[in-house]
DNA sequence: CTATACAGTTCAATCATTGAACTAAAGGGA
DNA sequence: TCCCTTTAGTTCAATGATTGAACTGTATAG
């Protein structure tokens, strides 16, 4: 009666929540991008139990989201860093992050902002059309089949509705 | 010893991730969002065991992400919608597949791709800058101190540093 | 020689998740 | 009438995951 595995499931989303998709690895991620990247920093920022913070990087080092590197040696000291993968995700973390501020802001305001170096100005992360450059909506999307469909777990159904309605 | 509730940390990624972070959530809301909506189904499509499902979905409702709706009297039927707040989360959990797809992708390739219908052409949902269109990566990324931040749980050591860097 | 900083490990208690079996309300067919 | 099917759940025992507290080990500072 393990956890059910994602990260064989037929679909991205799956694959990818079952590499962060737990409750602290996205506020880890986002952690380590604001420079909180040792380990005693990360337990007093986020109030995280010091053995789930032991398995949580354990594995997201093990999926390749965040390195582990020495700082110093006597004492060796380690710290965490970001991987390439680990700050592709960024964005979708700070997308994520805008949504929260949208739907569940605390009525103080919002705590962190974010600037745009390249244009310097203070902006909200959108989802947007690498085609057009839109920012798109839920109904704007029509989802289609795409050559690795398949009825099994975790698109059982979609994969078999997608090929026949496209 | 509960689990730890993100619902009162000075932190909208965490408030975000306290409705829709955990294992399931995301892959629900992608089923609703591709009309996968009646409880059965989405147990044939996900294989989440029923009573998770059941517990999922009322802690959805609950934060205002999906709506039960009859869709059938004799014998009363429900099936699930996405509100507002739902459907404004499809894009970051399309941003979130798409970055699945290009660190995890099943090796028969893509299971599901996207339309912008506004547009017309297939696209990768990318997360883009609000002011000038361009899309960011974490570098390019500067956080400042917002009118909320605070030494709380969650972002203890971040809001401390935020207000010294800026 | 003691205190402190850092990066963890170990442990018992509690909570969450799983899968199987069960309930309930109606409709349809023999 | 009786039984089977559909749909949407509930209940239960077993197993895993999470929590918080206490502990370990290495090295520097005074």
Known sequence: MERTSFAEMRCSLARGLDMIGD??????????????????????????????????????????????????????????????????????????????????????????LFVHKTCGHQFQPQVSCSACGQAISADAVKPIAGPGGAAKPGTRLVARRLQGAS
């Open 23 to 112: 409750w602290w690895s996205p506020l880890i991620i986002r952690d380590l991008f604001l420079n909180v990247t040792r380990f005693d920093e990360l337990i007093e920022d986020l109030g995280i139990s010091r053995n789930l913070l032991t398995r949580r990087l354990k594995s997201l080092v093990e999926c390749g989201v965040i390195d582990r590197e020495i700082y110093q040696r006597r004492p060796v000291r380690y710290e965490y860093r970001l991987t390439e993968s680990g700050r592709d995700l960024v964005p979708v973390i700070l997308a994520l992050t805008a949504w929260g501020d949208r739907w569940a802001r605390p009525k103080e305001g919002s705590p962190i």
